[in-house]
T-cell receptor, first 115, second 110 residues
Framework: DQQVKQNSPSLSVQEGRISILNCDYT??????FLWYKKYPAEGPTFLIS?????DKNEDGRFTVFLNKSAKHLSLHIVPSQPGDSAVYFC??????????????FGKGTSLLVTP | DGGITQSPKYLFRKEGQNVTLSCEQN?????MYWYRQDPGQGLRLIYY???????QKGDIAEGYSVSREKKESFPLTVTSAQKNPTAFYLC?????????FGNGTRLTVT
């Protein structure tokens, strides 16, 4: 039962434009959300996170927006660069639960930024 | 230079054999995790350990076993009972910061 869903398997964006990656979740206990970036044959690397007490978190070119009522979050990359081409995973956890901070991951969105 | 080391990067085994994947961290993290990634799939949690000598099953623990005898080490054994063992296996650890991943081991069972 997929509790974190990324419904777009792939996205292609021109360099310099905005990339918007979307993520939906079903578990209302989730209160901490993260985005990871992954290159082939490597482990995911942490990109940005947001707590459920906020609706926006910004770090340089990356901004994550959280809409709790819609159980939806999105990652905005502005401006997109060719080096941003990778698979992006949305992840969520319920910090108050006894799950050892284990993350639930979506299936990922493959972003291609073209010159 | 702190991090997580998973070895080997590629592993090949015959069907019916148990195989153990290594995961070592020098980040002094208490919690460690094993995830599996299949093509077109997200990362699925196999086992996790919050402290030495303790571990819990994740979402897909059947056919796997782990041990946590040392803080630095969290080996994963893929047993012959695992029906579809061929996958990319990722180990992670956590301290105060978000989960930090190793570079994975690709296991192929034929």
């Amino acid at each position: 039962d997929q509790q974190v869903k990324q419904n777009s398997p792939s996205l292609s964006v021109q360099e310099g434009r905005i990339s918007i990656l979307n993520c939906d979740y079903t578990n209302s206990m989730f209160d901490y959300f993260l985005w990871y970036k992954k290159y082939p044959a490597e482990g995911p690397t942490f990109l940005i996170s947001i707590s459920s007490i906020k609706d926006k978190n910004e770090d340089g070119r990356f901004t994550v927006f959280l809409n709790k009522s819609a159980k939806h979050l999105s990652l905005h990359i502005v401006p997109s660069q060719p080096g941003d081409s990778a698979v992006y995973f949305c992840a969520a956890s319920a910090l108050r639960s006894n799950s050892g901070y284990a993350l639930n991951f979506g299936k990922g969105t493959s972003l291609l930024v073209t010159p | 230079d702190g991090g997580i080391t998973q070895s080997p990067k590629y592993l090949f085994r015959k069907e019916g054999q148990n195989v153990t994947l290594s995961c070592e961290q020098n980040l002094n993290h208490d919690a460690m995790y094993w995830y599996r990634q299949d093509p077109g799939q997200g990362l699925r949690l196999i086992y996790y350990s919050q402290i030495v000598n303790d571990f819990q099953k994740g979402d897909i623990a059947e056919g796997y076993s782990v041990s946590r005898e040392k803080k630095e080490s969290f080996p994963l054994t893929v047993t012959s009972a695992q029906k579809n063992p061929t996958a990319f296996y990722l180990c992670a650890s956590k301290g105060r910061s978000p989960l930090h991943f190793g570079n994975g081991t690709r296991l192929t069972v034929t």
